[in-house]
């Protein structure tokens, strides 16, 4: 795995650990393929954070929508949604875990069928409560 020397703006704390050392980037990778391995790395890198947001989200949901939603489907529902943020949170977890187990497009691959199932089911909870 590498991190490169991404310069940081106001909005953003830097990460003092070992494993975020500034490092070159492989020498195999080209321009192209340098920015995106370099983009896939910042998905997985904010990634736990997103997915606990998705989850403490869809809890709330399924409390502020008690009176709009009968109680099986929105279960069903939450049920849906923490399979989807704990399989992206295990595919965040997995990827810091081993790195080179896997080429960047196959990385990018795996979080953006995550991604999609968690937008699946936020659309269902769309289409659930309009009338």
Do not use: K
Request: glycine share 6%.
């Amino acid at each position: 795995m590498y991190v490169s020397c991404v310069p940081t703006t106001h909005c953003s704390r830097p990460d003092t650990s070992a494993e975020s050392a500034c490092r070159s980037p492989p020498a195999a990778l080209g321009g192209d393929e340098r920015i995106e391995a370099e983009r896939i790395e910042l998905l997985f890198r904010n990634g736990r954070a997103s997915d606990l947001f998705v989850l403490v989200a869809a809890l709330l949901f399924v409390v502020l929508l008690e009176a709009e939603i009968a109680a099986e489907i929105r279960f069903a529902w939450l049920a849906f949604m923490l399979i989807g943020g704990g399989a992206r949170l295990a595919l965040v977890v997995w990827r810091q875990r081993s790195p080179d187990s896997a080429s960047s497009a196959r990385w990018a691959l795996r979080y953006t069928l995550a991604t999609a199932w968690l937008g699946v089911g936020w659309a269902c909870l769309i289409i659930g409560t309009a009338r």
